[in-house]
């Protein structure tokens, strides 16, 4: 989700605007694709080093992350989705942390949908901390060097349990990863879009997935 500073710019607004609308494409898309029956959403709220960022700037997408979570949780009970998060979640604030705990806790058994917010997440910093688990097992003796594969490796990274992405989409026209699941984005068909975060919405998402459906998927083979 990139670009709500620049919306908030081009309309001469604080940025803390931008990520405001930036938070009401969120719940659009949320619906959207509970509708299109995707599986697994994925956003990328916030990077590891978007920590870097004033500290105003941190605080008011803190304070809306909360306020989304609080308003949201309903909504996830009633639409069925269950919540998830990847990232270093033990740097996020303890307020922050403990409404999102609950969340999980709270929809935990829901089943249609399962959105996973990225938070205080870097794709590097969890491939180093999976490649850490292993050489620990490897170290005491639990483990052979010859029994990591692909695999294993995957399953020691946060999104065990959750399938690679088949489509990825950035907005604001960055031709770029920015440190996004970088191993499990292996095989995803990447889809950038020109518009800013908070302007894409719901027939933004159907021409991206109709984008996809164009492509040809080949994983490699002929
Ligand atoms: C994306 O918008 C939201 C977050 C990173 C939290 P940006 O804040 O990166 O907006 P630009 O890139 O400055 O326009
Ligand atoms: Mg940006």
């Known amino acids: 989700m990139d670009g709500n500073g620049r919306w908030a710019k081009e309309r001469g607004l604080p940025r803390r605007e931008g990520h405001r609308a930036g938070a009401e494409s969120v719940r659009e898309i949320m619906e959207a694709c509970k509708e299109l029956g995707v599986e697994y959403l994925t956003l990328f709220a916030f990077s590891s080093e978007n920590w870097s960022r004033p500290a105003a700037e941190v605080h008011a997408l803190m304070a809306l992350l909360e306020r989304f979570l609080r308003e949201k949780a309903k909504d996830l009970d009633r639409q069925d ?44 910093e969890e491939i180093v901390a999976a490649a850490r688990s292993l050489a620990t097992d490897t170290a005491a003796g639990r483990l052979l060097p010859e029994a990591i594969d692909a695999e294993l490796f995957s399953s020691r990274l946060q999104t065990t349990g959750i399938p690679d992405p088949d489509l990825l989409i950035r ?6 990863i920015s440190n996004f699941l970088l191993w499990q984005i292996s095989y995803a068909e990447i889809v950038i879009v020109k518009k800013n975060w908070p302007d894409f919405r719901e027939g933004d998402l159907f021409e991206a997935v109709e984008e996809y459906q164009r492509r040809h998927r080949r994983f490699g083979a002929l």
Do not use: C, N
């Open 81 to 124: 989705v269950r919540l998830l998060a990847i990232g270093q979640l033990d740097r996020l604030p303890a307020k922050t942390r403990t409404l999102l705990d609950s969340i999980i806790a709270r929809t935990a058994s829901h089943s249609s949908m399962t959105m996973v917010l990225a938070l205080s997440y870097g794709a590097r």
């Open 171 to 176: 907005t604001s026209g960055e031709m770029r």
